[in-house]
């Protein structure tokens, strides 16, 4: 399982039993059970700040806000350390409920888990780090404590270095995914012999400045609602984005090229053109672009390969979970294969 599955587990098993200690807490004890729910609260909103917003930690979050309401009368009573008499039949009965929710959300947890990433583990190089700064002034490593970075660089590579020059590809996720989404269709292009770079951005003033988008931890959801319940409004906004042209800037300034190097752009729905504009303004090099977007047979274009990385979004969006990496594996192949007949026919 991944850390985001046992995170939410963690708080559902708070919540739970929080809830349904009426069944074998000792009446002439102190309530001290009731505080449960609040722990959960507290995890629930970590996990949101942790692995970002998404429809699944929300409902979590509503469940734990839910329940630590209701104890929040059996909380001050345990602080006043009044011993239990009997419990409320209100309280059993909510209790009852939110117990219930929790146990069917453990349930839809497992279920809507995504696919293990040992499944896709290969024989690649991976590496991330922290950088603070922005477009206009530059980019510095983050190595001292109590420094808010501003993006967090992805890295991917094969094992043995190629002498002849790297093979570059620099990825630009929408706003409705992010980095982690495409893990194993890195490690799988990492495995095909190129150099993958891709960034999460945490914070928004390492953007441009006509950059409108919201803070990390909300980008996708928002994004995500907006492309689901108003598809029209959505694409009229990524349109006027510059939020993927500039990932691509922040990754050619830190990948390094070189002469021998060569570098591709890839994003996933270049609804704004942003890598006709990257290629026409830049001063290095670049091969040339592909969209995932155009893939036969993807159908969560934008999203990422959510089928293997968040089936609870997939079953949303009507695509049939699959926990056997087929599509990330299938997106590298066909992007490999492109890049690879394109330097054939340049050379």
Same mark, same amino acid.
């Given at each position: 399982?991944?850390?985001?599955?046992?995170?939410? %587990?963690?708080?559902?098993?708070?919540?739970?039993?929080?809830?349904?200690?009426?069944?074998?807490?000792?009446?002439?004890?102190?309530?001290?059970?009731?505080? %449960?729910?609040?722990?959960?609260?507290?995890?629930?909103?970590?996990?949101?700040?942790?692995?970002?917003?998404?429809?699944?930690?929300?409902?979590?979050?509503?469940?734990?806000?839910?329940?630590?309401?209701?104890?929040?009368?059996?909380?001050?009573?345990?602080?006043?350390?009044?011993?239990?008499?009997?419990?409320?039949?209100?309280?059993?009965?909510?209790?009852?409920?939110?117990?219930?929710?929790?146990? %069917?959300?453990?349930?839809?947890?497992?279920?809507?888990?995504?696919?293990?990433?040992?499944?896709?583990?290969?024989?690649?190089?991976?590496?991330?780090?922290?950088?603070?700064?922005?477009?206009?002034?530059?980019?510095?490593?983050? +190595?001292?404590?109590?420094?808010?970075?501003?993006?967090?660089?992805?890295?991917?590579?094969?094992?043995?270095?190629?002498?002849?020059?790297?093979?570059?590809? %620099?990825?630009?996720?929408?706003?409705?995914? +992010?980095?982690?989404?495409?893990?194993?269709?890195?490690?799988?292009?990492?495995? +095909?012999?190129?150099?993958?770079?891709?960034?999460?951005?945490?914070?928004?003033?390492?953007?441009?400045?006509?950059?409108?988008?919201?803070?990390?931890?909300?980008?996708?959801?928002?994004?995500?609602?907006?492309?689901?319940?108003?598809?029209?409004?959505?694409?009229?906004?990524?349109?006027?984005?510059?939020?993927?042209?500039?990932?691509?800037?922040?990754?050619?300034?830190?990948?390094?090229?070189?002469?021998?190097?060569?570098?591709?752009?890839?994003?996933?729905?270049?609804?704004?053109?942003?890598?006709?504009?990257?290629?026409?303004?830049?001063?290095?090099?670049?091969?040339?672009?592909?969209?995932?977007?155009?893939?036969?047979?993807?159908?969560?274009?934008?999203?990422?390969?959510?089928?293997?990385?968040?089936?609870?979004?997939?079953?949303?969006?009507?695509?049939?979970? /699959?926990?056997?990496?087929?599509?990330?594996?299938?997106?590298?192949?066909?992007?490999? /294969?492109?890049?690879?007949?394109?330097?054939?026919?340049?050379?």
């Amino acid at each position: 399982m991944t850390n985001q599955v046992l995170a939410d %587990l963690l708080v559902l098993a708070l919540l739970f039993i929080g809830n349904a200690r009426f069944l074998f807490v000792n009446h002439s004890q102190k309530d001290t059970l009731s505080i %449960l729910p609040f722990a959960g609260l507290f995890v629930s909103v970590v996990n949101i700040f942790v692995f970002t917003l998404s429809f699944e930690n929300f409902l979590i979050f509503i469940l734990a806000l839910f329940s630590s309401v209701w104890n929040v009368r059996s909380v001050l009573r345990m602080f006043s350390e009044v011993i239990l008499d009997q419990y409320e039949i209100r309280l059993i009965s909510i209790c009852s409920v939110n117990a219930l929710l929790a146990a %069917l959300m453990i349930f839809a947890v497992i279920y809507f888990r995504p696919m293990n990433p040992k499944k896709m583990r290969l024989p690649v190089k991976q590496t991330s780090a922290l950088y603070s700064g922005n477009i206009s002034e530059g980019f510095s490593e983050v +190595n001292a404590p109590f420094v808010f970075p501003g993006f967090r660089l992805f890295s991917f590579g094969p094992e043995t270095e190629n002498a002849s020059g790297r093979k570059i590809i %620099l990825f630009a996720s929408p706003e409705t995914a +992010n980095s982690s989404l495409y893990n194993a269709f890195f490690c799988k292009l990492a495995n +095909n012999g190129f150099y993958v770079y891709a960034v999460d951005v945490l914070r928004n003033n390492c953007l441009s400045s006509e950059t409108d988008v919201p803070l990390n931890f909300t980008r996708r959801f928002s994004a995500l609602k907006r492309k689901i319940f108003n598809s029209a409004a959505y694409e009229e906004k990524q349109k006027k984005s510059s939020f993927a042209e500039d990932q691509f800037w922040i990754l050619l300034s830190l990948c390094n090229p070189t002469e021998k190097d060569t570098v591709f752009l890839v994003t996933d729905e270049d609804l704004s053109g942003s890598m006709q504009s990257v290629i026409q303004k830049s001063l290095i090099k670049i091969f040339g672009c592909f969209d995932l977007a155009y893939i036969d047979g993807y159908r969560t274009k934008g999203a990422g390969p959510v089928e293997n990385t968040d089936p609870f979004l997939a079953s949303i969006l009507g695509v049939q979970m /699959d926990r056997s990496g087929y599509m990330s594996s299938h997106l590298g192949t066909v992007l490999s /294969d492109f890049i690879n007949t394109q330097m054939i026919n340049e050379y």
